[in-house]
């Protein structure tokens, strides 16, 4: 059995920390190591332990996240960060990923879709909750061919639309009666087509072509 991902929680309002402490606790796979109220606190806390995913709150007095974001990304590049905000700021967003995030998360988001943020973070791709996703298109798109999506046979359209509205790849292969593994070797070849790095840049190319 594999490890656990590891989680250090950083936000200075007790109650939501502890609601995603407890949300997160249930969820298969992923375990809780420590719990932060500043960003100095959450530093030396991901100093000592290490965590796989920060979790980090954009507002909070003293550093602020992007502070922190960036202190983590160099006392702890291991650790990938994902930032909750509260705020659909696109210019923030853009600044957390500057800062070394690999995550933007709304607060209200559910557990389980929280959760799998985390699994895909935690395997090396990039999440923007979808609501912000087009104030990063532009640079997403930046020196691509003015119609990525042309190379795409109608059947990876089908796929792409099925990914950009939030399917598994078990979900899009009972939708169009395909196999995951199925599913999952057109998504790669969408990739490489689209030459992204992530199911979210395809996604967001895809909306943006609408």
Not at 188 to 197: A, E, F, Y
């Amino acid at each position: 059995m594999s490890e656990p991902i590891r989680i250090l929680v950083a936000d200075d309002h007790p109650l939501f920390r502890e609601g995603v402490v407890h949300s997160l606790a249930t969820e298969p796979g992923i375990a809780v190591v420590g719990q932060a109220a500043s960003g100095e606190e959450a530093l030396d806390l991901a100093r000592d332990l290490l965590p796989d995913v920060v979790l980090l709150d954009v507002a909070m007095p003293g550093w602020g996240g992007l502070q922190t974001a960036r202190k983590l990304a160099t006392a702890c590049p291991a650790s990938k960060v994902i930032m909750l905000t509260v705020v659909e700021d696109e210019d923030r967003l853009l600044d957390a990923f500057s800062a070394g995030a690999r995550g933007y998360v709304l607060k209200g988001v559910s557990a389980r879709d929280l959760a799998a943020v985390v699994r895909s973070v935690e395997r090396g791709e990039v999440y923007v909750s979808p609501s912000l996703a087009a104030g990063i298109l532009v640079a997403l798109t930046h020196g691509r061919p003015a119609d990525p999506l042309a190379e795409l046979t109608e059947q990876e359209r089908d796929i792409l639309k099925l990914v950009g509205d939030g399917l598994t790849n078990r979900e899009i292969g009972e939708r169009i009666h395909h196999s995951e593994k199925t599913i999952k070797h057109y998504i790669t070849n969408i990739l490489q087509k689209l030459q992204v790095r992530s199911r979210v840049e395809a996604a967001l190319l895809a909306a943006r072509s609408q």
